[in-house]
């Protein structure tokens, strides 16, 4: 296998589009301008920023963050059609994805057509997005579950028609990354000239892994969108896709990870949708440590039980009091909360620490933390 971590992978951040997308949310014009910031102040290297065949409302936005003079490419998605092309045009904008159905199941079931017109389809409106100088990404909605020589025929097509890379979209989540490994080296095989961007989503809770799987497979372009908004199940996460990238398989890809928690919170609260405690990558509590050999290891040096550290993406360390706590995490956490207490107090305080933990079925806060102390020092006093 090729050395991964020389491998140039770039991040087309598509949260404005089809994070969007996602049943029930709604971006205004200033958040929209707000997350194409932050993206773009963490290096993200392109941002897929909406729809302008949707109308004026989507257009003006679209054109407001054209104006912001971004370092991020902006590109927008249109059907194969020539007036969704010009639409993007009139925004300003330089790169369009240009999507056409590729399956048997959606070219006959959903657009009644044939694969020759798909054929000609995207020979017209990519002819007509490279005389207007456009940089262009043809995507393959369904290709997953597309014929493959029909895919690598498109390919062809769309490479000696001037298109800048091919978007290999799992439309419906429902890869395996080992197929989806086998699938893009095919395709990176049989059409070397062209670009591949994987477009992934987590109906099975694979997006991540099949984001991976197909730069593995020799994709150069992954999708992906911030806390894995999306439709369904969502896409791809930022986050994951990036430290994923980075911890696993030793590519950098040049974004400034220490932002990830800040545009993640940026974006659950523009979106509505509060990110879990527990989101991998982002949630607050995922550098939490509470059982007593954990603590132990992570005080005693944190790489023992941190893949990376909390700082590498923005976020802190927690020890937390609870009913799996031992000495060394009791210390820690009255130290958290100024009070200084021996090894031998902290194993006094063990017993009560657990019960208490039972009672609230959670871990106990400085208050709680406070009063067994006081009964501790009280008890002690009347000895
Ligand atoms: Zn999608």
Redesign the pocket.
């Given at each position: 296998m090729s050395d991964l971590s020389k491998t140039a992978v770039f991040i087309g951040d598509?949260t404005l589009r089809?994070g969007e997308?996602t049943a029930g949310v709604v971006f205004s014009a200033k958040e929209k301008i707000s997350i194409a910031r932050h993206l773009d102040a963490m290096g993200v290297h392109e941002l897929e920023c909406g729809i302008p065949a949707m109308g004026r409302e989507e257009r003006s936005s679209i054109r407001a963050l054209v104006d912001l003079g971004l370092s991020a490419r902006l590109i927008t998605w249109n059907r194969a059609l020539i007036p969704d092309i010009e639409a993007s045009i009139s925004c300003g904008i330089t790169a369009v994805d240009i999507s056409l159905s590729v399956s048997d199941i959606m070219i006959e079931n959903k657009i009644n057509k044939s694969r020759d017109w798909v054929r000609e389809q995207l020979k017209r409106a990519l002819g007509f997005a490279k005389e207007h100088g456009l940089y262009v990404c043809v995507g393959g909605e369904d290709a997953s579950r597309a014929d493959s020589e029909f895919l690598i025929d498109l390919m062809r097509i769309a490479r000696e028609n001037g298109a800048d890379r091919f978007r290999f979209?799992d439309?419906l989540g429902i890869l395996d990354p080992f197929t989806m490994f086998e699938k893009v080296g095919a395709l990176t095989a049989a059409v070397p000239e062209l670009d591949i961007e994987v477009?992934t989503?987590n109906d099975l809770g694979l997006a991540t892994a099949n984001a991976l799987a197909g730069v593995k497979g020799g994709a150069r372009y992954i999708?992906t969108t911030v806390n894995g908004l999306?439709?369904r199940a969502g896409?791809a996460a930022l986050e994951e896709v990036v430290m994923a990238l980075k911890v696993a398989c030793g590519i950098d890809v040049g974004i400034d990870t220490r932002r990830l928690a800040a545009v993640s919170r940026l974006v659950g609260q523009a979106s509505n949708r509060t990110v879990p405690a527990w989101k991998a990558v982002v949630g607050e509590k995922v550098f939490s440590h509470e059982s007593g050999l954990h603590t132990d290891g992570v005080l005693k040096n944190p790489s023992n039980y941190e893949g990376f550290p909390p700082e590498e993406v923005g976020l802190t360390r927690h020890i937390v009091a609870g009913k799996h706590s031992g000495t060394n995490g009791i210390v820690e956490s009255y130290r958290q909360i100024g009070i200084p207490v021996s090894r031998e107090e902290a194993q006094q305080l063990i017993s009560k620490v657990r019960s208490t933990a039972q009672r609230l079925k959670g871990p106990l806060g400085p208050k709680e933390l406070m009063s067994l102390h006081q009964r501790m020092t009280l008890s002690l006093a009347a000895a």
């Open positions: 598509t089809d997308q979209c439309t477009h989503h999708s999306g439709e896409n």
